[in-house]
């Protein structure tokens, strides 16, 4: 399995992606600059955490019209796998290759703590390791990240099982309480229709290694690792 993670000025997740990556792969990941123009030969690609462009517009407008994200949004097109985090998240949805938009969190201010997730979705190369239904612990560290889209597309989101997490309590209840930004039906992740692309807010590379407090997001890039090997 190959990887690569794009880089952009402001990027500060990209190297505890490569470390978790590499933890899980055996392989360091390709490390391409916003500025490239092509990707290497790749089986994943991710869009790190971070403030690209210092968030400048809209967090990820920016970001979503560099250099690379041509080719990144054509190879996504044509099936690659792409993990887009945090910032990534922001970013794929500005290009168009999620649904929705994450604006401000409700609070207006940047939050950053532990959440709970629910596992609403496990069938796909990122959450086949989780169970259904399985609650699981991430970081956040964000100020956009309030998800929204028409009532439409969060029902087909519903209609398709396109859910792949949502903030929940320690039940697995996803309340009001329990959502950290105010995302719409407490949403904390989705697919696209085919599967092939993650957008989460939470962190998975912040705790994939137990050294750091916890291991719930190792099984995610080891599941891509099996999947994609």
Request: proline share 6%; hydrophobic share 45%.
């Amino acid at each position: 399995m190959k990887a690569a993670v794009i880089v952009f000025p402001g990027s500060n997740c990209d190297r505890d992606v490569k470390v978790a990556l590499e933890a899980s792969i055996g392989t360091a990941p390709a490390m391409v600059w916003h500025g490239d123009g092509a990707l290497p030969d790749c089986d994943l690609i991710v869009l790190p955490g971070g403030f690209s462009y210092g968030d400048y517009l809209r967090s990820g407008a920016m970001a979503a019209n560099s250099p690379i994200m041509r080719a990144v949004i054509a190879q996504a097109r044509r099936g690659t796998r792409l993990l887009a985090i945090c910032n990534g998240f922001q970013i794929a949805a500005e290009a168009g290759l999620l649904p929705g938009v994450l604006m401000p969190n409700a609070s207006l201010k940047f939050v950053c703590k532990d959440v709970l997730l629910r596992v609403d979705s496990a069938d796909s190369p990122f959450t086949r390791n989780y169970a259904p239904g399985a609650i699981v612990r991430m970081p956040i560290a964000h100020r956009d990240g309030n998800y929204f889209a028409a009532a439409a597309e969060l029902d087909a989101l519903e209609e398709e099982n396109l859910i792949a997490f949502r903030y929940c309590d320690a039940q697995g209840t996803p309340s009001a309480a329990a959502n950290p930004n105010g995302s719409a039906r407490n949403i904390a992740g989705i697919f696209n229709r085919e599967r092939s692309i993650l957008g989460m807010m939470p962190h998975p590379e912040r705790l994939a290694d137990a050294r750091l407090g916890g291991d719930h997001g190792k099984a995610m890039f080891d599941g891509l690792m099996a999947a994609l090997a």
